[in-house]
């Protein structure tokens, strides 16, 4: 069913008589997920006031006009949120509200903060069927409990999406990035001297074919000069050069997964503390992307590996985007209860995108 | 404000409830000789105070819970509280309830450079945790006004903000992980020293739950490298509507500065006559502050005077150095003090959006006057976080009543224009009548949900958040 106003959301949501698989886009498959397909399509910008650094938009709204329309601005959304289309091999077109529940951040995290940092409020429909809001289109807001954040990242099993608001950011008018020639194993340290610099870096990861890399952004002779001094600060670590040009291009390869895509494996995410990447990587082997100073591992494995296995002990989180395991970490007992009997106050009914998230 | 009937039974039963708490707890961990807890009676909303039962001062995770047994076993409310700093009754007994301070739990447990962060237990005090890690290069960006004197326990309830989070952000975007104390005494992780683990985020539910979900005895922060340095400009405007114009041009501009405040003329005066910053004769100030090294400074503040130029101020003063930056933080830091010598006052905390700051203005204009309350207005004007502070006498009958209502006319005013009712001091007993204003009943059901699953007795810090006859049901339960 393909749904395009909140009314009608609601409406379809009380009247369930089973299950629902909740799709955007349907370009972030992520999890088992049984039920009626429910189209999400309430799309629109809302209200957009670039003075005030904010942005309403349907949740249905195409991730691509919401970055065109707030590029047009000389803005952007922060968190520099990733199209994963070519990496799952799916077709479709990704949608905010896709976005907010799976909580997709690309490489700016480190320093602006994850999609749930950069959201302010939500309107969505839980799995009675109530409308309800929280949060809104300021962006500082501590009136009542933070469901907005808790929205993210919870892949529709709280409620299903109908509206959210964003703080932007103003897009940066230079950058630079510094490549360091360093296997995928010997990076984090360097990576990890970037981000712990003064040279506000808002990128710090790791590409097959090119090494490390270190991004910072911001006016032209601002730029300039962080890119000397961060030269001096790398350069016990290997041979740095200054790519200016090609910059771009190499953070949306590491965001969008691009080295992956079209590649047969089952992908995994590994969200750990960054230090532990160096001996996590080796573990892996082979086909790996480093993220947020290493903070975040991609690995394209065989299918059927099984990858929390192979990379234990680490202090942290894996996802399997695709494959056969199960998506999610299992969770320690009582923070299992609780999301299980925080599931059961927002969707006592069980029925929206049961499965999902394990 | 209303706070409901103390429970007859719990306090009839005062004594075998603290000796029971003694039987778990060191006899110097709990107070309950009323000339030694009258210290708890109020926070920094010091207008409303209730002696409590009794008082817990735990030195350990293990005294917590074996503290929160106990009054979950005899159903007694606990009121967590972290150095008593709220402005919004956040720590407030009520006459049956037992206040759960964490003063005495303030150790950092670790700091990790290379991974960013510093585990500390909750009742250290927000500006001692910069300090444990100044000394390396790094600081710990949330920066409330009291963060002298208030504790991370304090601020996670609150979710406290600062003058720096237009670029910062606020607790929430700079905490990565608790240990939680439910009320039945369970210990639980939340979180860690990684990003975005996979499962719902029980982080941003915890982090501005007021201490109704659980007691955090413990917190990994996010610490940041500081930055090389950081100077402010003080431009002065000849109307409200012109400062606020630069403000929403500055942002336009692409111009990130760390902060952005402002002061009415009523602010300037009262802060000039208290410290005598020298700020210039004008109706509005902005103080503008960016960081970096000393050329990037230069770079983005020659863009702000620009813009600045184009709005022509009275006055536009640069620092020439750290004296001078000082002087120009100086009455901006002083203004609730300076405020306190000539008045009593009430500070509200609305968000509006930025667009609407020269409406809101007027309107707060001429509500003072309706009301015959003096209203001084200083706020973080990059993220339209207003502080609105309502000058009057307390010991004059009625004022405080007339104050009051004057607060919650502007608050209503803050959601009417699409803003909130706080911004980063809380909801607490202050706003907890207000909440319909902004919420809907099924809205504010769907969080008051969020408590029944942490706390299903209802016994963390009640009688918050929720307006009374919202919570009354579940209280009772």
Same mark, same amino acid.
């Given at each position: 069913?393909?749904?395009?106003?909140?009314?009608?959301?609601?409406?379809?949501?009380?009247? @369930?008589?089973?299950?629902? /698989?909740?799709?955007?886009? *349907?370009?972030?498959?992520?999890?088992?997920? &049984? +039920? =009626? #397909? $429910?189209?999400? @399509?309430?799309?629109?910008? /809302?209200?957009?006031?670039? *003075?005030?650094?904010?942005?309403?938009?349907? &949740? +249905? =709204? #195409? $991730?691509?006009?919401?970055?065109?329309?707030?590029?047009?601005?000389?803005?952007?959304?922060?968190?520099?949120?990733?199209?994963?289309?070519?990496? $799952?091999?799916?077709?479709?077109?990704?949608?905010?509200?896709?976005?907010?529940?799976?909580?997709?951040?690309?490489?700016?995290?480190?320093?602006?903060?994850?999609?749930?940092?950069?959201?302010?409020?939500?309107?969505?429909?839980?799995?009675?069927?109530?409308?309800?809001?929280?949060?809104?289109?300021?962006?500082?807001?501590?009136?009542?409990?933070?469901?907005?954040?808790?929205?993210?990242?919870?892949?529709?099993?709280?409620?299903?999406?109908?509206?959210?608001?964003?703080?932007?950011?103003?897009?940066?008018?230079?950058?630079?990035?510094?490549?360091?020639?360093?296997?995928?194993?010997?990076?984090?340290?360097?990576?990890?001297?970037?981000?712990?610099?003064?040279?506000?870096?808002?990128?710090?990861?790791?590409?097959?074919?090119?090494?490390?890399?270190?991004?910072?952004?911001?006016?032209?002779?601002?730029?300039?000069?962080?890119?000397?001094?961060?030269?001096?600060?790398?350069?016990?670590?290997?041979?740095?050069?200054?790519?200016?040009?090609?910059?771009?291009?190499?953070?949306?390869?590491?965001?969008?997964?691009?080295?992956?895509?079209?590649?047969?494996?089952?992908?995994?995410?590994?969200?750990?503390?960054?230090?532990?990447?160096?001996?996590?990587?080796?573990?892996?082997?082979?086909?790996?992307?480093?993220?947020?100073?290493?903070?975040?591992?991609?690995?394209?494995?065989?299918?059927?590996?099984?990858?929390?296995?192979?990379?234990?002990?680490?202090?942290?989180?894996?996802?399997?985007?695709?494959?056969?395991?199960?998506?999610?970490?299992?969770?320690?007992?009582?923070?299992?209860?609780?999301?299980?009997?925080?599931?059961?106050?927002?969707?006592?009914?069980?029925?929206?995108?049961?499965?999902?998230?394990? | 404000?209303?706070?409901?009937?103390?429970?007859?039974?719990?306090?009839?039963?005062?004594?075998?409830?603290?000796?029971?708490?003694?039987?778990?707890?060191?006899?110097?961990?709990?107070?309950?000789?009323?000339?030694?807890?009258?210290?708890?009676?109020?926070?920094?909303?010091?207008?409303?105070?209730?002696?409590?039962?009794?008082?817990?001062?735990?030195?350990?995770?293990?005294?917590?819970?074996?503290?929160?047994?106990?009054?979950?076993?005899?159903?007694?409310?606990?009121?967590?509280?972290?150095?008593?700093?709220?402005?919004?009754?956040?720590?407030?007994?009520?006459?049956?309830?037992?206040?759960?301070?964490?003063?005495?739990?303030?150790?950092?447990?670790?700091?990790?450079?290379?991974?960013?962060?510093?585990?500390?237990?909750?009742?250290?005090?927000?500006?001692?945790?910069?300090?444990?890690?100044?000394?390396?290069?790094?600081?710990?960006?949330?920066?409330?006004?009291?963060?002298?004197?208030?504790?991370?326990?304090?601020?996670?309830?609150?979710?406290?903000?600062?003058?720096?989070?237009?670029?910062?952000?606020?607790?929430?975007?700079?905490?990565?992980?608790?240990?939680?104390?439910?009320?039945?005494?369970?210990?639980?992780?939340?979180?860690?020293?990684?990003?975005?683990?996979?499962?719902?985020?029980?982080?941003?539910?915890?982090?501005?739950?007021?201490?109704?979900?659980?007691?955090?005895?413990?917190?990994?922060?996010?610490?940041?490298?500081?930055?090389?340095?950081?100077?402010?400009?003080?431009?002065?405007?000849?109307?409200?509507?012109?400062?606020?114009?630069?403000?929403?041009?500055?942002?336009?501009?692409?111009?990130?500065?760390?902060?952005?405040?402002?002061?009415?003329?009523?602010?300037?005066?009262?802060?000039?006559?208290?410290?005598?910053?020298?700020?210039?004769?004008?109706?509005?100030?902005?103080?503008?502050?960016?960081?970096?090294?000393?050329?990037?400074?230069?770079?983005?503040?020659?863009?702000?005077?620009?813009?600045?130029?184009?709005?022509?101020?009275?006055?536009?003063?640069?620092?020439?150095?750290?004296?001078?930056?000082?002087?120009?933080?100086?009455?901006?830091?002083?203004?609730?003090?300076?405020?306190?010598?000539?008045?009593?006052?009430?500070?509200?905390?609305?968000?509006?959006?930025?667009?609407?700051?020269?409406?809101?203005?007027?309107?707060?204009?001429?509500?003072?006057?309706?009301?015959?309350?003096?209203?001084?207005?200083?706020?973080?004007?990059?993220?339209?976080?207003?502080?609105?502070?309502?000058?009057?006498?307390?010991?004059?009958?009625?004022?405080?009543?007339?104050?009051?209502?004057?607060?919650?006319?502007?608050?209503?005013?803050?959601?009417?224009?699409?803003?909130?009712?706080?911004?980063?001091?809380?909801?607490?007993?202050?706003?907890?009548?207000?909440?319909?204003?902004?919420?809907?009943?099924?809205?504010?059901?769907?969080?008051?949900?969020?408590?029944?699953?942490?706390?299903?007795?209802?016994?963390?810090?009640?009688?918050?958040?929720?307006?009374?006859?919202?919570?009354?049901?579940?209280?009772?339960?």
């Amino acid at each position: 069913m393909k749904i395009e106003t909140e009314e009608q959301l609601a409406e379809a949501i009380r009247t @369930a008589e089973g299950p629902v /698989r909740i799709v955007g886009g *349907g370009t972030r498959p992520v999890g088992q997920a &049984a +039920g =009626t #397909p $429910l189209q999400v @399509a309430i799309s629109g910008i /809302r209200l957009y006031e670039p *003075g005030a650094l904010t942005l309403v938009a349907g &949740a +249905g =709204t #195409p $991730l691509a006009e919401i970055e065109a329309a707030v590029a047009a601005e000389g803005q952007r959304l922060p968190f520099e949120p990733a199209h994963w289309v070519a990496a $799952l091999g799916q077709g479709g077109e990704s949608t905010i509200g896709g976005v907010v529940a799976a909580n997709v951040s690309g490489p700016r995290r480190v320093q602006a903060g994850a999609c749930r940092d950069s959201l302010i409020g939500v309107r969505f429909v839980d799995g009675r069927g109530e409308i309800l809001k929280n949060g809104g289109r300021v962006m500082k807001n501590v009136t009542g409990y933070d469901l907005t954040k808790l929205m993210a990242g919870s892949w529709g099993t709280l409620g299903v999406l109908s509206e959210v608001a964003f703080k932007l950011l103003p897009a940066a008018t230079s950058q630079a990035t510094l490549v360091i020639d360093l296997p995928s194993d010997a990076a984090q340290p360097a990576l990890a001297a970037a981000l712990g610099s003064p040279f506000d870096v808002s990128g710090a990861g790791w590409l097959p074919g090119v090494g490390a890399i270190v991004r910072i952004e911001g006016l032209a002779d601002s730029v300039a000069y962080r890119a000397d001094r961060l030269v001096s600060l790398l350069a016990p670590f290997g041979a740095v050069r200054i790519e200016r040009e090609g910059s771009a291009q190499l953070w949306a390869d590491l965001r969008d997964l691009a080295p992956f895509a079209g590649k047969p494996g089952d992908l995994w995410r590994f969200s750990v503390k960054p230090s532990e990447a160096p001996a996590l990587v080796a573990r892996l082997g082979g086909k790996v992307m480093l993220d947020w100073g290493g903070g975040l591992i991609w690995a394209l494995l065989p299918e059927g590996t099984d990858a929390r296995a192979m990379a234990a002990p680490y202090t942290g989180h894996a996802t399997c985007l695709r494959g056969a395991a199960p998506a999610f970490e299992p969770e320690p007992a009582p923070v299992a209860a609780l999301s299980r009997a925080l599931r059961a106050q927002f969707d006592p009914r069980g029925i929206l995108n049961p499965g999902r998230m394990g | 404000m209303e706070l409901p009937k103390a429970d007859a039974r719990v306090i009839a039963r005062k004594a075998q409830i603290v000796a029971r708490l003694r039987a778990v707890l060191p006899a110097d961990a709990v107070i309950d000789a009323p000339e030694e807890t009258r210290a708890y009676e109020c926070d920094a909303l010091s207008a409303y105070r209730c002696p409590p039962l009794a008082v817990v001062l735990p030195r350990s995770i293990a005294e917590v819970a074996a503290a929160l047994k106990v009054c979950h076993e005899e159903r007694v409310p606990v009121v967590p509280r972290g150095a008593g700093t709220s402005l919004a009754g956040g720590s407030m007994p009520t006459e049956d309830a037992i206040v759960l301070g964490l003063a005495r739990m303030s150790a950092v447990l670790e700091t990790d450079y290379e991974n960013r962060f510093i585990r500390v237990e909750a009742g250290r005090t927000n500006l001692s945790v910069t300090g444990a890690v100044e000394a390396e290069g790094f600081f710990y960006a949330p920066d409330p006004s009291s963060q002298l004197a208030c504790a991370i326990s304090g601020n996670i309830a609150m979710n406290s903000g600062g003058a720096h989070c237009l670029k910062y952000g606020v607790t929430t975007n700079n905490l990565l992980g608790v240990t939680l104390v439910t009320m039945a005494g369970e210990v639980v992780e939340i979180g860690g020293p990684w990003s975005d683990a996979g499962g719902l985020d029980l982080l941003a539910l915890v982090c501005g739950s007021e201490g109704q979900l659980g007691v955090v005895t413990e917190a990994v922060l996010r610490i940041l490298p500081k930055p090389e340095g950081a100077r402010p400009v003080l431009i002065g405007f000849s109307s409200n509507e012109i400062a606020g114009a630069c403000v929403a041009d500055i942002i336009r501009a692409g111009i990130l500065p760390v902060a952005i405040e402002f002061m009415d003329r009523p602010c300037i005066e009262a802060t000039e006559a208290f410290c005598h910053a020298g700020y210039p004769d004008c109706e509005a100030l902005l103080i503008v502050e960016c960081e970096g090294a000393p050329a990037e400074i230069d770079e983005q503040l020659g863009l702000v005077r620009q813009i600045a130029m184009r709005h022509d101020p009275v006055e536009f003063r640069e620092a020439r150095d750290g004296d001078e930056a000082a002087r120009i933080w100086l009455g901006r830091k002083s203004a609730f003090g300076a405020m306190g010598q000539i008045n009593d006052y009430m500070c509200l905390d609305g968000t509006i959006p930025v667009s609407s700051l020269p409406q809101v203005l007027r309107r707060i204009g001429e509500l003072s006057e309706e009301y015959g309350l003096k209203v001084a207005n200083v706020f973080h004007a990059g993220d339209g976080n207003m502080h609105p502070l309502i000058l009057y006498n307390a010991n004059e009958p009625g004022q405080q009543e007339l104050c009051e209502a004057l607060g919650a006319e502007i608050l209503k005013l803050c959601v009417e224009m699409g803003g909130c009712l706080t911004g980063e001091h809380g909801v607490g007993i202050e706003k907890r009548d207000l909440m319909g204003v902004q919420f809907t009943a099924a809205d504010l059901e769907a969080q008051m949900r969020v408590k029944d699953v942490f706390d299903p007795a209802w016994l963390l810090n009640p009688v918050k958040v929720f307006p009374l006859a919202a919570s009354a049901t579940r209280r009772a339960g």
